[in-house]
């Protein structure tokens, strides 16, 4: 099974799992990029409320071909109870069919309130959660 990680992560710990991830599974890794980064400011303020609402952002091209994969495994950290807004372009990027892991990084760890919400915005794209991975990191 070809496998594909897409990950965003601001503070390193995000794409610290998703590299780890990507050893074990032998799979290929994709970083996405917002096209004008967060600050530590500007995350607590725009992107924790982005998140929460479930907005999307400008992000540079990926440069990957979804449809190639079998599975695609999401990385992201958990702002406000919610993944980071990058990773909503991702999941609307995501054609029909394919198998989707999520991994979830937080600071507190018990992000599992946000999973359903998550889960519906993928199965609307007729896409299927196959896992889930909850990692609480150290802040």
Do not use: H
């Not at 029909?96 to 915005?121: M, N, P, Q, R, Y």
């Amino acid at each position: 099974m070809k496998t594909l990680i897409v990950y965003y992560s601001m503070s390193g710990k995000t794409k610290k799992a998703a590299t780890e991830r990507a050893k074990k599974e032998d799979a290929d890794i994709f970083e996405v990029k917002k096209k004008k980064p967060y600050s530590i400011i500007t995350a607590f303020i725009f992107g924790a409320r982005a998140a929460m609402a479930q907005k999307t952002v400008e992000i540079e091209e990926l440069g990957c071909d979804f449809a190639s994969y079998d599975k695609i495994i999401l990385a992201t950290p958990i702002w406000g109870g919610f993944p980071a807004p990058p990773t909503n372009n991702v999941i609307a990027m995501l054609p029909s069919g394919k198998e989707v892991e999520l991994i979830f990084t937080s600071g507190g760890g018990g992000s599992t309130k946000c999973l359903d919400k998550v889960k519906a915005l993928i199965e609307k794209q007729d896409c299927k959660v196959v896992g889930y991975v909850d990692i609480k990191v150290a802040k």
